[in-house]
């Protein structure tokens, strides 16, 4: 007797209690659905991630004042200063394996075009800014060196503060605005780069020479730097490396004793990515606990509607055994139909999965990312729920004396 | 000529806690190839029993059973359920057709196992039903057939993989007085065609239709008489039954 025949009479039988089978197989179609959704979930918010270290800059490493204790604001001018801008000079020039360092000052300001005003970062860095963060101009050029050395009042937009200002697709280069009324030129408008892993949009921001900052827009602390350095390694696996070093020369230049904590924080961008992680992890494990509790009831179902089917067909088997079934083809048929009932369930719940992912993904706006061998195991472990539970249903029938089955009223 | 059945002092013993019921107490039987034996006796002298073993559904306590020369009496299940689908027929007293399946699906089941092919089981189950007087009912399933239309479907069902025996158990005790007739014309001519016949019945005029007429009482067989088989319906006419 062939497999293809043994799943015919499977599909049959259970085709005549559709809504039964389908009640039976709910139990794996949402654990199924919940493994495809959790594993989308897990993608999309790595792809995401991924995204957004690209955005970020490479290698990149994010230097800041005060200790990790009295934790600074990323990129803000709030926490206690200790970095100086002589610390600066020493990781530019004596640390190797330091591609480049930028500092980075940042405020909020009002800026003014000539018909609208919009309240935004204004941040005092270097050209090597640009390059550190892979943030290429759209229309015009970065400020240069010489604009730092002069003091120039230039200044570099984000697209959405030129949205803002001029109209979604203007080119403000060669225009003035003004920069807590202060008049600046538009040399530059710097490429869309969206938004960061914690949902701050990078494009709202304006750039400035870091002399200019310092002294039209700041004022007094002027020997240390009132905000963070970002510092780019000269590749990714030179990163862990650099970090030491800057950390080690930080605490020479400080006269840090060997027990005192750091006056500074050094965030590597895979402890901002890990952190990140953590929120999906939590509905990753939700979904986990669900699919695996629903993959368990469902088996649990499957065994007993197994047992149900096993009892009201005895006279069926009985019949099948007197015309010459083994007992092997009386348990493969009700082993291949729990199996044929936790399969077509698998293949609901990815369908499931895969439409609750897809809400998921649009929702949280992340791609939709799906791994055929994930919806492959997940069909595998459906039927591994089926062949499982339905192995005891399955061998009880098959061990039925022929004369009483046939004698079942 | 070899007996196509030889039981040599067969006991069925069934043991319920202490009690032993002593089905079958030293029965010896052969029926040669070609015959039509009809069983009877009081209800609980161990027809069925009989039947069982011969059909190979059961094994004896003791004693040996021989079919067509091979003893069959310690065979395992497999063994056992393959000499009834390739030897032996069965037609119950309440048909035993699966529901909701057609005539034909109903009468391909042994040829499933069997293993024969698809095309080639629809067109033996046809033929077993045309043979029966079925032609047009092979899609109809046992719901949308009379008493006697679902028998002789079962009927088909035992022909099918040309067995060597119809083992028949009351196969008219569910029926009238005129499907009876019809199914027992049925089970002369097979068995003027050749194929061995044993049926257990209660009625003398079912019976009249075998050449030979074993009796059991209490487990043994009472009387075994052979005579000139009555044509079917000859016996005196009888009342319609319920
Ligand atoms: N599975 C069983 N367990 C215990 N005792 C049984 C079993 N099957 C049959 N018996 C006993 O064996 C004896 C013979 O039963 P059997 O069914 O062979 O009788 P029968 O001649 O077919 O009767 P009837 O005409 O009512 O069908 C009876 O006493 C019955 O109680
Ligand atoms: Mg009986």
Not at chain 1, 303 to 309: D, E, F, G, Y
Not at chain 2, 83 to 111: C, D, H, K
């Amino acid at each position: 007797m062939s497999l293809w025949e043994t799943v015919r009479i499977a599909v049959r039988a259970l085709s005549r209690n559709t809504l039964r089978s389908f009640l039976t197989a709910l139990g794996i179609i949402i654990g199924v659905g919940a493994v495809i959704a959790m594993v989308a979930i897990g993608e999309g918010a790595k792809a995401r991630v991924e995204e957004a270290f690209a955005s970020m800059g490479t290698n990149l490493l994010v230097l800041m004042p005060g200790s990790s204790a009295s934790r600074g604001v990323f990129g803000g001018s709030g926490s206690l200063p200790t970095l100086t801008w002589a610390d600066l000079k020493a990781i530019q020039e004596e640390v190797t394996d330091v591609r480049q360092a930028a500092p980075y000052l940042r405020t909020t300001a009002q800026v003014v075009s000539e018909e609208q005003n919009w309240t935004t970062s204004v941040c005092g860095t270097t050209p090597e800014y640009f390059d550190i963060r892979s943030w290429p101009m759209s229309s015009g050029a970065a400020f240069t060196s010489s604009d730092v050395d002069t003091g120039a009042k230039v200044a570099v937009l984000g697209r959405t503060v030129v949205d803002k200002l001029y109209g979604p697709n203007a080119d403000p280069v060669g225009q003035a605005v003004r920069i807590k009324n202060m008049p600046f030129q538009v040399v530059g408008v710097m490429v869309r780069k969206g938004q960061s892993p914690t949902g701050q949009d990078y494009d709202d921001a304006v750039l400035i020479p870091v002399s200019t900052y310092r002294a039209k827009i700041q004022g007094g602390l002027q020997n240390y730097i009132a905000g963070s350095v970002f510092v780019s390694a000269v590749s990714s696996d030179a990163t862990a490396r650099t970090e030491r070093r800057v950390r080690a020369l930080l605490r020479d230049r400080h006269h840090l004793s060997p027990e005192a904590e750091d006056d500074f924080q050094i965030r590597n961008l895979t402890e901002i990515a890990s952190a990140q992680q953590e929120g999906t992890r939590t509905l990753t494990t939700l979904l986990a606990s669900i699919a695996a509790v629903s993959l368990l009831v469902g088996g649990i179902g499957i065994m007993n509607i197994m047992l149900v089917s096993v009892t009201e067909r005895t006279r069926e088997i009985g019949v099948r055994m007197a015309v010459g079934a083994k007992p092997r083809h009386i348990l493969a048929q009700f082993l291949v139909e729990a199996l044929s009932l936790s399969v077509l369930g698998g293949f609901a719940g990815v369908g499931l999965g895969l439409l609750a992912a897809n809400r998921l993904a649009a929702q949280f706006g992340w791609p939709m990312l799906m791994r055929a061998d994930i919806i492959l195991i997940a069909l595998g472990f459906s039927g591994l729920v089926g062949v499982g539970f339905g192995l005891y249903p399955a061998h009880r029938a098959s061990r039925l004396d022929p004369i009483e089955a046939l004698r079942y009223e | 000529m070899e007996p196509l059945i030889v039981l040599d002092r067969v006991t069925r013993i069934y043991r319920m806690g202490d009690v032993e019921v002593r089905a079958l107490d030293d029965v010896s039987l052969s029926v040669e190839v070609g015959g039509f034996v009809a069983i009877m006796g009081a209800s609980g002298s161990g027809k069925s029993t009989l039947m069982n073993l011969i059909g190979c559904l059961d094994r004896p306590t003791s004693g040996r059973y021989l079919l067509e020369g091979q003893e069959v009496s310690r065979l395992g299940r497999d063994a056992l359920a393959e000499i009834r689908n390739r030897m032996l027929g069965f037609v119950f007293q309440s048909f035993n057709l699966l529901t909701r399946t057609s005539a034909v699906e109903n009468v391909e089941l042994p040829l499933i196992y069997a293993g024969v092919p698809a095309a080639e089981r629809r067109r033996r189950a046809a033929e077993a039903l045309r043979r029966v007087g079925l032609d047009g009912r092979l899609d109809h399933h046992p719901s949308q057939l009379s008493g006697g239309q679902q028998q002789r479907v079962a009927i088909a069902r035992a022909l099918v993989t040309q067995p060597r025996v119809i083992l028949a158990d009351e196969p008219t005790g569910n029926l009238d007085s005129r499907t009876s007739v019809e199914v027992m014309a049925l089970l002369t001519d097979l068995n003027a065609a050749g194929l061995t016949v044993v049926l257990v019945t209660h009625e003398p005029d079912i019976a009249a239709c075998a050449g030979r007429v074993v009796r059991m009482q209490d487990g043994r067989i009472h009387s075994d008489e052979r005579r000139a088989a009555a044509a079917v319906g000859a016996a005196a006419p009888r009342e319609a039954r319920p």
